[in-house]
């Protein structure tokens, strides 16, 4: 009978991951292979996961200093979430106001240097 080696795993996302590895000249090398494999796909999964949670804390610090409807900066913004959250890339921030004005979260006005953001009055509300 062949040696047998079975690898199991659920990545956070609920995804069952199974890997079987059977043969008559079986090496670690194969095996130390596919347990690289499912340490890839587990890191990708919450590499996701942060991202997706940093979304939801900055749109948290946009609304907790932002939300009564008043216009604020990049540089504004910035200072907010260092404060709340740590020391975040800018240029990381500048990506997140671009999505929250393309999903409608936020009103842009004025051009570079000078943009300014609100939320929408929508979301504002807890709507």
């Known amino acids: 009978m062949a040696p047998k080696v079975r690898i199991e795993d659920t990545l956070p996302t609920g995804e069952r991951i199974v890997i079987t590895i059977e043969g008559p000249e079986l090496s670690e ?25 940093l979304k939801e804390e900055i749109w948290g610090v946009i609304e907790e200093y932002f939300g009564d409807g008043s216009w604020f900066t990049l540089k504004d913004l910035h200072a907010a979430v260092r404060e709340k959250l740590g020391d975040v890339k800018v240029t990381l921030l500048g990506s997140y106001l671009s999505r929250f004005v393309s999903e409608g979260r936020l009103v842009k006005r004025g051009s570079k240097p000078r943009t300014e953001y609100r939320v929408r009055l929508v979301y504002a509300r807890g709507t």
Not at 34 to 52: C, D, H, P, S, V
């Open 29 to 53: 090398k194969r095996v130390v292979q596919a347990l690289e494999l499912l340490k890839i796909m587990t890191a990708a999964e919450r590499n996701e996961e942060r991202r997706a949670s």
